[in-house]
Nanobody, 123 residues
Framework: QVQLVESGGGLVQAGGSLRLSCAAS????????MGWFRQAPGMEREFVAA????????YYADSVKGRFTTSRDNAKNTVYLQMNSLKPEDTAVYYC????????????????WGQGTQVTVSS
């Protein structure tokens, strides 16, 4: 089992920045590729970014490319999502997930999920 806990969400004005963290525990997380997803009210869960277990390859959704950056520190068992130039449409609950496939843009490809952290961007 892998336990994932997201943190760092909050309320920010449009154009601002937030950094989300995803702390992992349990099985060796370096065995897993990691993904970020988000879900707005009434919407399906949407892929945001994925990063390989080594961090050597990263894939972003077009909607966040150039604004969001994901990274990981395997020594700390933590994955990060730096979000810059935030827009109101980025408002959602953000989730991190661990899985065996890369780049996995389908949420069903992931084995473990965090509980999510709310990001709200005001206009």
């Amino acid at each position: 089992q892998v336990q994932l806990v997201e943190s760092g969400g909050g309320l920010v004005q449009a154009g601002g920045s937030l950094r989300l963290s995803c702390a992992a525990s349990g099985r060796t997380v370096t065995n897993y590729h990691m993904g970020w997803f988000r879900q707005a009210p009434g919407m399906e869960r949407e892929f945001v970014a994925a990063i390989t277990w080594s961090g050597s390859s990263i894939y972003y959704a077009d909607s966040v490319k150039g604004r969001f950056t994901t990274s990981r520190d395997n020594a700390k068992n933590t994955v990060y999502l730096q979000m810059n130039s935030l827009k109101p449409e980025d408002t959602a609950v953000y989730y991190c997930a661990a899985g065996r496939f890369y780049p996995a843009i389908n949420s069903r490809s992931y084995d473990y999920w965090g509980q999510g952290t709310q990001v709200t961007v005001s206009s």
